[in-house]
T-cell receptor
């Protein structure tokens, strides 16, 4: 296991289309987080899972966004009816909790461009 | 409201020189503070993590300091290299925050020139 992986790395779509991103966390990590990052800004929290349970969602996560982690391993983030404002880097992170600092390890991100 | 402010927003330094990045936070109750390095188009990578009782922590040429009384932190880069060109993000975790949600600063973009 070499770390958190995300797929695809880049996605270009037309406004109104649906997109789905996948995140594979570090294998023994029970927590998985989704963040959104726009150019020149720090990441913003979207949601997180503990095992398969989605425990918290940010107000940034509109009803067009849905995240799942069906078996407590990989997670998907779907955006329906994409808008140009959804263009951003979507980062996934995982951690093992409870443990020490609960350090989150980030994936490389999926860059979404909505035309 | 929990906030993390970083300065400067960007800076340019010559290879071999030192630089210091600043971070002020209002996150409460404080749990720990992290500095991440983020290369363009990549995810953040942790450099240091400090708790309330730690004043300084080093990772190679990176040295972070923490003053929990004034709620300030700094990241010092010594003898900069071209590979240090990246965004450096200060991140603060609040104690007891659900899921240990992190509050991110906007980052400082560092460009090292030869």
């Amino acid at each position: 296991d070499t770390g958190v992986s995300q797929d695809p790395r880049h996605k270009i779509t037309k406004r109104g289309q649906n997109v789905t991103f996948r995140c594979d966390p570090i294998s023994e990590h029970n927590r998985l987080y989704w963040y959104r990052q726009t150019l020149g800004q720090g990441p913003e929290f979207l949601t997180y899972f503990q095992n398969e349970a989605q425990l918290e969602k940010s107000r940034l996560l509109s009803d067009r966004f849905s995240a799942e982690r069906p078996k407590g391993s990989f997670s998907t983030l779907e955006i329906q009816r994409t808008e140009q404002g959804d263009s951003a880097m979507y980062l996934c992170a995982s951690s093992l909790a409870p443990s020490g600092y609960n350090e989150q390890f980030f994936g490389p991100g999926t860059r979404l461009t909505v035309l | 409201k929990n906030q993390v402010e970083q300065s400067p927003q960007s800076l340019i330094i010559l290879e071999g020189k030192n630089c210091t990045l600043q971070c002020n936070y209002t996150v409460s109750p404080f749990s720990n503070l992290r500095w991440y390095k983020q290369d363009t188009g990549r995810g953040p990578v942790s450099l240091t993590i400090m708790t309330f009782s730690e004043n300084t922590k080093s990772n190679g040429r990176y040295t972070a300091t923490l003053d929990a009384d004034t709620k300030q932190s700094s990241l010092h880069i010594t003898a900069s290299q071209l590979s240090d060109s990246a965004s450096y993000i200060c991140v603060v975790s609040a104690e007891g925050a659900a899921g240990n949600k992190l509050t991110f600063g906007g980052g400082t973009r560092v460009l090292v020139k030869p």
